[in-house]
Every structure is written in C-alpha cells, then in structure tokens.
C-alpha cells in the first residue's frame, strides 16, 4: 500500500525508516516513493541529510547586521510600493480613460464627417504615441 500527499501534523509513522534509509543509503523502493510523495517524510529526509553531511549550521546562517540591514530594506521597500499602489491604479485608469475618450472622439468625428475623420485619426495616432510615450517613460522613472 502507497500512501501519497498524506500530510499529518504530528508527522508521519514512516519518518524513522526515511531517517535510517538516509544513514545507511539503504532505500526500497516502496520507501522512496512514499518520500516523494509525503511532506513530512520529504522534511525528515532533509534534516537528516543535512545532519547526515555533517555541516555546521552556523556557517549557513547569515550575519545578524547582514539580516537587519536585509530586513529593514524589505520593510522599506513594501513601504514604498503600499504608498504608492493608490497612485499606480489611477495612473492606469486614467490611460484607459484616456484611451476611451480618444476612440470616443474619433467615433464622433467619423459620424459627423468622412473627410475629417482621416485627419482626425491621423491626428489621434499622433496623440496616442505621444501620450503612450510619456506614460511609458514616466513609468520607468519609478
Ligand atoms: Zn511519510
């Protein structure tokens, strides 16, 4: 019988054969697929290959200076794109409103007359790129 993705949080009765198959390299097969298909099976395996190289723990552990200094700079930058998500959306709703009235006018001009409507979707070509510039390039000075 295989048991797959059976997460238990107590762990899993079979985490002693995973730990004793990772020390002696001796794996059925039954036991490697129930590894690979049981969360805390695949966690026992890793601690006790990580226990197993004989690695000392401090040495993966980062500097405490190091982790603030990382930390406070996360913070700050979550920061920063919380205070500015408001000013993103309007930014977008404002080009798509933007967007809209230019077909709107040019749907307009084309009702009311067939020969302005070329100059007018010519004309608003030349809007859109202009205007698609500066909102790309003001969205790249972020
Ligand atoms: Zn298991």
Do not use: Y
């Amino acid at each position: 019988m295989i048991r797959m993705k059976k997460m238990n949080p107590a762990g899993c009765e079979r985490e002693q054969d995973i730990a004793r198959a990772v020390r002696s390299g001796l794996w059925s097969a039954e036991l490697r697929e129930h590894a690979a298909g049981c969360e805390a099976c695949a966690e026992a395996m890793a601690v006790a290959a990580f226990l197993q190289s004989g690695e000392d723990p401090a040495a993966t552990v980062p500097e405490p200076g190091l982790m603030w200094w990382r930390l406070e700079l996360r913070a700050r930058r979550e920061k920063r794109a919380r205070a500015l998500r408001p000013l993103v959306i309007a930014e977008r709703a404002a080009a798509v409103l933007f967007g809209s009235a230019c077909v709107a006018v040019l749907v307009w001009l084309s009702s009311v007359s067939p020969s302005l409507s070329l100059t007018a979707g010519i004309a608003g070509a030349v809007l859109a790129v202009s205007a698609g510039s500066a909102i790309l390039l003001a969205s790249s000075r972020k």
